[in-house]
């Protein structure tokens, strides 16, 4: 790969850089011990309490853990929170959700609901993730054939979208969607414990321009909306790890959010960009590629700690990862002799020829 050279003053400027960790608006795992479930998201935290049926689950996604189970009706189940300003007026939306079906009514206006925080205002402001059972191919649904379908409004328009294609969770399903008010674009996608994310049919486009997505006076819930709060509106299933971005992710970032909630799958050291075992320049290439990207960034991209930015912690994990073998300590924060020598790295990379030598590890340009 083609480098691209940085200059010292650069590079020192990278090591200095960093931004908070991000992290969804709102996640809720459901691995407390009892008690409501608890959000682990964004301040100030917005928890939510089991009503009806609804309790935890041993059965999930990763094989540890807690999820959300939603089968006994009495004569409800859901999970309920407040009102959480923090949700209001979102400017762009990516909901997501690990989802398993028991069964599916043969109601065709069933819309069963994922996530919502909906008024039953003139407009139904908020949003709502829900499955369908108007299914493309005009079958009946079942846990293997449903649509997906979202609601969205504020104070002057109300929007919906629903997947043009058909999908299905008997067993342990990913689901996202990603909602654009501006463009007026509404993108469904789907993975699975194996399969990595994928965008599931086309671009939906909905009303351009609708501004921020409302929601102010609606309660968070999972498995119910205030839309229509008397309605039966949970999963016959399990639910886990729900979380809500206040941003339209990209693929790669939902295939970060797909890998975070299972264990057990392979394992790459932090500065291993490309997936390939080793540490190396075609990495660094892809963090300098990357260098600069905020709040979207991705292991794939040059984030090597997380924090969804390209930044010069990325590439202090990376020089201490240089080989085939992922180190087992925690990598420190920058130091003064770290700096130092990035610093002779800058003027290494300027005079690079075809061959080059980064500190003491020989790369080559492929």
């Known amino acids: 790969m083609k480098m691209i050279p940085m200059t010292a003053a650069a590079l020192m400027?990278?090591?200095?850089?960093?931004?908070?960790?991000?992290?969804?608006?709102?996640?809720?795992?459901?691995?407390?011990?009892?008690?409501?479930?608890?959000?682990?998201?964004?301040?100030?935290?917005?928890?939510?309490t089991f009503v009806g049926g609804a309790t935890r689950s041993t059965d999930t996604p990763s094989g540890s853990g807690m999820?959300?189970?939603?089968?006994?009706?009495?004569?409800?189940?859901?999970?309920?929170?407040?009102?959480?300003?923090?949700?209001?007026?979102?400017?762009?939306?990516?909901?997501?959700?690990?989802?398993?079906?028991?069964?599916?009514?043969?109601?065709?206006?069933n819309n069963k609901r994922l996530v919502a925080k909906q008024a039953s205002d003139a407009n139904f402001s908020g949003f709502s993730f829900n499955m369908n059972s108007t299914t493309n191919n005009l079958e009946p649904a079942t846990p293997d054939n449903f649509r997906l379908g979202f609601f969205a409004g504020n104070a002057t328009i109300f929007t919906s979208g629903f997947s043009d294609a058909d999908v299905g969770a008997s067993d342990w399903t990913f689901l996202a969607l990603t909602y654009d008010p501006t463009a007026g674009e509404l993108k469904f996608f789907v993975g699975d414990v194996a399969t990595p994310v994928a965008q599931l049919g086309n671009t939906i486009f909905t009303v351009p321009g609708a501004g921020p997505v409302g929601g102010a006076g609606a309660r968070l819930a999972v498995g119910l909306t205030d839309a229509a709060s008397t309605a039966d509106t949970s999963v016959t299933g399990w639910q886990d790890d729900v979380r809500v971005y206040g941003e339209a992710l990209d693929l790669a970032a939902l295939e970060t959010v797909r890998l975070d909630n299972l264990a057990g799958g392979p394992t790459f050291a932090a500065g291993d960009f490309n997936s390939d075992g080793i540490v190396d320049g075609d990495d660094l290439d892809i963090w300098i590629a990357g260098y600069g990207t905020m709040g979207t960034a991705t292991r794939t991209t040059g984030d090597a700690n997380g924090d969804q930015n390209v930044d010069g912690a990325d590439l202090l994990i990376w020089q201490r990862e240089l080989g085939p073998t992922p180190p087992a300590a925690a990598i420190p924060e920058p130091g003064a002799a770290a700096l130092a020598a990035w610093m002779a790295l800058a003027g290494a990379m300027g005079r690079r020829r075809p061959g080059r030598t980064v500190g003491a590890a020989a790369v080559r340009d492929a």
């Open 13 to 48: 400027t990278a090591c200095l850089a960093g931004l908070a960790p991000g992290a969804p608006v709102l996640r809720f795992t459901f691995d407390e011990a009892s008690g409501d479930a608890l959000d682990t998201g964004a301040a100030p935290p917005a928890s939510a």
């Open 67 to 109: 999820s959300l189970d939603l089968r006994s009706d009495s004569p409800y189940a859901y999970l309920v929170g407040s009102d959480a300003a923090k949700l209001n007026d979102l400017p762009s939306l990516t909901l997501t959700t690990w989802l398993k079906v028991e069964s599916y009514p043969s109601n065709p206006s």
